[in-house]
C-alpha cells in the first residue's frame, strides 16, 4: 500500500473512531485537570511519599520502577494459576487507597472552611535601628539615640501591639552626650558585645547588665575567654585592660582584603575560638590568636578558617544565622552547634553555608541561584519556624514582598506583598498559643516586618477546622483526622462496592479517573521534575518492551478487562456498548491479524488494502491503561509543585505555564498515538504519551525558568 493511500485510510479510521478517541482525550485531560486540582492540598511534607529528603533522591525511582515490575510479575502469575480472586482484591484494596488520595481533598474542598489568606497590617514603627536578631527569630536588639533595648514577641494576633521589652539600658556618656557613629552588636555565647567607635561593652543577655567595658574606638567587639578584642578598618586586635586605645602592635592582626570593619553586617563567637563575620564584601570565620606575635605592626594576618565573597559587582545586602531546615531534626533537638548560615546579595543571589562546629561547608539544597529566583536585591533573609513544629522554613525578602520557602527542597508555600521596595527588612517571627491544637503544640505564627520607616504584622495561622481526633505517624508527624476525611473515606468504600456489584464502564471510568488524580497527586508531590523524566524514560522503554516483545502486557491487560477493574479507562465508541461483554482476551484477541493478512506473500503479489475489522455485536470501545495518563499527569503536577516561581508569562504563573506545557505536549503524543491505535491493533502508549509530555516540559521549562527546570540537586541516595 502506498504511504498516501494508508495515510487515507488511517485518517478514515480515525474518523469512524472519533467517538471514542475524544471521550479518551477528555477523559485525559479531566484526569490530569483534576489532579492539579487537589495538588495544592497534598503540597506539604508529611504527604511525600518518601519524605522531603526522599523529593531528590534518583535511587528511590529506580526502587520504584522495581516495585511495578514486581506488582505485574505477581498478577499475571496468580493469573496463570487462576487465582483471580486474590488479583481482584488485592488490587481492589489497592484502588481504594488511591481513591483515597482524590476523594479527600474534594471532601475537605467541600466541607472544610478554607484557610485565611495571609495579609498585613500596618503596625507602629520603631523608635530606632534593629542592630541584631536573635537565632529564634523571636528576639532582637534595637538602638535609638539614647537607648540600647533587647525586646521580644514584637506584634500579637491583633494589629496595634508593641513588643515586649526584656531589658533597656542607657547609651548615655555622661552629661547626657551620645555617641553619633553607629553601633555594632556581636552574639557572644551568653554576652552581647556592643561596639560605637566610642566604647567597648559586654553585655549579659538576659538582663542587659554591664559585665565589662572600654573606651576603646572599635567598630566591631567581642571577647574569648579572657581576651578581649576590637575590630577597626581591616584589623582585628586584642584590648589592652590597662591602656585604652593603645594597642600592643603584637596583638595586631591584619584581616582579608576584602573585609571592611565599617561595612559589618553580622558577628557570632562560634565555639573553638573562632568567630564568624559578614561585612557588604566578606563573610569569613576567623581563628582567634591565643599568643601574640613577634613581627612587626600589620605583618601577620589573621588565619582564615573559611571564607566567602561575592563577585566584584555585587555586595551582600542580608544575612541570617540560624537552625537548618536540613537538620534531620526537629530544631529544639538539634546540636547546638549545627547551624546555617544563608547570605543574600544585592544582584539577588543566595547562598547557604552549614557550620557543624569544626568547618563550614556550602549547602547543597540551597539552589536559588540555578532557577533563577530572585533578580533584584535580597532586602531580608530570616530561619524561622512558622507554627512551632519544629520545621525550620527560610523567609526571603525581596521588591517588596517576603516569600517563605519550606520542606527538603523549598517549595514556596507562601508570599506575602506590599512590603517597601528598597532598603532592608527585618524580619521576625514567634508564635502564640492556638486553643485548637494544644494537643500537638502547634501554635499560630507571627510575622514582623521592620523597614526604615514601616513596620507591618502578619498572622500564619493553623489550620482554622478543628479534627475529629488526631493521630501520630512513626517519625512524630502529628496527623489530624478531620470529618471531611472519614466521609471521603466512605464514599471512596461505596465506590469500590460499586464497581464490584456492577462494573460497567462508566463506573469504572468514574473510579479510574479519581484513582489517576490520585496517584498522580501523591506522586507528583514526591518527586522533582527530574527524577520524574528519568522515570518516564525508564517506563517508556520497559512498556515498549512489554508490549512488542514479551506481549505480557497484552496478558495484564486482559486479567484486568477480566476482572472490571478501573486500572484502565474505557471510552464506548457507540451508545449500546457495555463493559460487562467484555471477555478475558479482548487485548490479545485483537493482537492477531486477519485470516487474509496471514497467507505468506508471494512473489508479484500487490498488497492488499488492510481488512476492517468486524465489530463486536453491542459495539466497540477504545481502552487506554490508567498508568498511559498517570506518568504524563505526574510530571505535571512535579512542575506545579518544585519549579520556583517568581514571575507570570501571558498572565499565569511560570509553574503553571509549564505544567500546561506538559500536558499539551501530552495530547499531541496522545493524538500520535491514536493514529496507530486506529488500526486496530494494541500500541505501547507510554513511548509517544511521555515523549511528548517530556517534550513539552522540556520547552516551556526553558522558556520559563531556565536551568532551574532541571536543577534541583539530585543524589542517588
Known amino acids: 500500500m502506498s504511504g498516501e493511500s494508508r495515510m487515507s485510510h488511517v485518517l478514515s479510521e480515525m474518523k469512524d473512531q472519533w467517538r471514542s478517541m475524544t471521550g479518551m482525550a477528555a477523559m485525559f485531560v479531566v484526569t490530569i485537570a483534576l489532579a492539579i486540582y487537589i495538588q495544592p492540598f497534598w503540597d506539604r511534607p508529611e504527604s511525600r511519599a518518601f519524605g522531603e529528603a526522599g523529593t531528590t533522591k534518583v535511587g528511590l525511582i529506580g526502587l520504584e520502577f522495581i516495585l511495578i515490575i514486581i506488582f505485574t510479575a505477581i498478577i499475571i502469575w496468580l493469573a496463570k494459576r487462576g487465582l483471580q480472586v486474590i488479583i481482584k482484591w488485592g488490587v ?18 467541600a466541607m472544610d472552611v478554607p484557610q485565611p489568606e495571609i495579609e498585613f497590617r500596618d503596625e507602629n514603627p520603631l523608635d530606632g535601628e534593629i542592630l541584631f536578631t536573635d537565632v529564634d527569630a523571636n528576639s ?21 501591639e508593641d513588643p515586649t521589652e526584656i531589658w533597656s539600658m542607657s547609651l548615655d556618656l555622661g552629661n547626657e552626650t551620645y555617641s553619633a557613629h553607629p553601633k555594632t552588636v556581636v552574639d557572644n555565647g551568653d554576652h552581647y558585645v556592643m561596639c560605637d567607635r566610642v566604647r567597648w561593652l559586654k553585655l549579659a543577655k538576659d538582663t542587659g ?32 585592660p590597662f591602656h585604652s586605645n593603645q594597642p600592643i602592635h603584637t596583638w595586631w592582626y591584619r584581616l582579608p582584603p576584602q573585609f571592611l570593619a565599617s561595612q559589618f553586617q553580622r558577628g557570632v563567637m562560634l565555639e573553638s575560638s573562632q568567630i564568624l563575620l559578614v561585612t557588604d564584601t566578606w563573610a569569613g570565620v576567623i581563628e582567634i590568636p591565643q599568643e601574640q606575635h613577634n613581627q612587626e605592626f600589620g605583618e601577620v594576618n589573621a588565619t582564615v578558617v573559611w571564607e566567602a565573597y561575592p563577585d ?4 551582600f545586602t542580608a544575612t541570617a544565622w540560624g537552625h537548618s531546615p536540613w537538620s534531620g531534626y526537629r530544631w529544639w533537638d538539634a546540636e547546638s552547634t549545627d547551624r546555617l548560615l544563608m547570605l543574600g ?3 539577588g543571589q543566595i547562598y547557604a553555608y552549614v557550620w557543624d562546629g569544626e568547618s563550614m561547608v556550602a549547602e547543597e539544597h540551597i539552589k536559588f541561584n540555578e532557577r533563577d529566583a530572585f533578580d533584584s536585591e535580597i532586602q531580608g533573609i530570616m530561619l524561622a519556624d512558622d507554627q512551632k513544629d519544629g520545621r525550620t522554613d527560610v523567609w526571603i525578602a525581596s521588591q517588596g514582598s517576603i516569600r517563605m520557602f519550606s520542606g527538603w527542597v523549598m517549595v514556596e508555600s507562601a508570599e506575602l506583598t506590599g512590603l517597601p521596595t528598597e532598603g532592608s527588612i527585618n524580619m521576625l517571627l514567634h508564635t502564640v498559643d492556638a486553643p485548637d491544637w494544644d494537643e500537638i503544640d502547634i501554635e499560630d505564627g507571627i510575622l514582623t516586618a521592620y523597614g526604615s520607616e514601616s513596620a507591618q504584622s502578619a498572622v500564619i495561622a493553623t489550620p482554622v477546622n478543628s ?53 498522580i497527586t501523591i506522586i507528583g508531590v514526591s518527586f522533582v521534575p527530574p527524577l520524574i523524566l528519568i522515570f518516564m524514560v525508564i517506563t517508556a522503554i520497559y512498556d515498549a518492551y512489554a508490549v512488542y516483545k514479551s506481549k505480557h502486557m497484552l496478558d495484564l491487560a486482559d486479567t484486568m478487562i477480566g476482572l472490571k477493574l ?20 479482548t487485548m490479545t484477541r485483537s493482537e492477531l491479524p486477519p485470516q487474509s493478512e496471514m497467507r505468506p506473500p508471494r512473489d508479484g503479489d500487490v498488497p492488499p ?29 512535579s512542575a506545579l509543585t518544585f519549579l520556583p516561581s517568581g514571575g507570570e508569562i501571558m498572565g499565569i504563573s511560570e509553574p503553571l505555564f509549564v505544567a500546561i506545557g506538559t500536558l499539551i505536549g501530552g495530547l499531541i503524543g496522545y493524538f500520535i498515538l491514536m493514529s496507530y491505535v486506529a488500526m486496530g491493533r494494541p500500541q505501547a502508549g507510554l513511548p509517544l504519551l511521555n515523549g511528548g509530555s517530556i517534550l513539552g516540559y522540556l520547552i516551556t521549562g526553558f522558556l520559563a525558568v531556565g536551568m532551574g527546570a532541571i536543577s534541583f540537586g539530585i543524589t542517588i541516595f
Open 345 to 347: 546579595s544585592e544582584s
Open 140 to 160: 532582637f536588639m534595637m538602638a535609638s539615640d539614647t537607648f540600647l533595648t533587647r525586646m521580644e514577641n514584637p506584634s500579637g494576633l491583633d494589629a496595634g
Open 609 to 637: 488494502p488492510p481488512v476492517k475489522r468486524p465489530k463486536k455485536s453491542g459495539g466497540d470501545a477504545l481502552f487506554m491503561g490508567l498508568g498511559d495518563i498517570i506518568f504524563p499527569g505526574m510530571l505535571v503536577v
Open 312 to 315: 566584584s559587582s555585587d555586595s
Open 467 to 519: 479534627p475529629a481526633f488526631i493521630l501520630q505517624d512513626e517519625a512524630g508527624y502529628w496527623l489530624p483526622i478531620y470529618w471531611s476525611q472519614i466521609i471521603a473515606l466512605v464514599a471512596s468504600t461505596i465506590l469500590m462496592v460499586a464497581l464490584t456489584i456492577r462494573p460497567e464502564w462508566y463506573i469504572v471510568n468514574t473510579t479510574g479517573i479519581l484513582t489517576g488524580a490520585g496517584v
Open 209 to 240: 547588665e554591664v559585665e565589662g567595658s572600654y573606651e576603646e574606638q572599635c567598630t566591631v567587639g567581642f571577647f574569648d575567654g579572657e581576651n578581649d578584642w576590637g575590630l577597626v578598618d581591616q584589623f582585628m586586635y586584642k584590648l589592652d
Open 92 to 109: 481492589l484494596f489497592i484502588l481504594w487507597i488511591s481513591l483515597s488520595y482524590a476523594m479527600i481533598p474534594l471532601a475537605s474542598y
Open 566 to 585: 478501573p486500572i484502565l479507562l474505557v471510552a464506548p465508541q457507540d451508545k449500546d456498548y457495555s463493559f460487562l461483554d467484555e471477555g478475558n482476551d
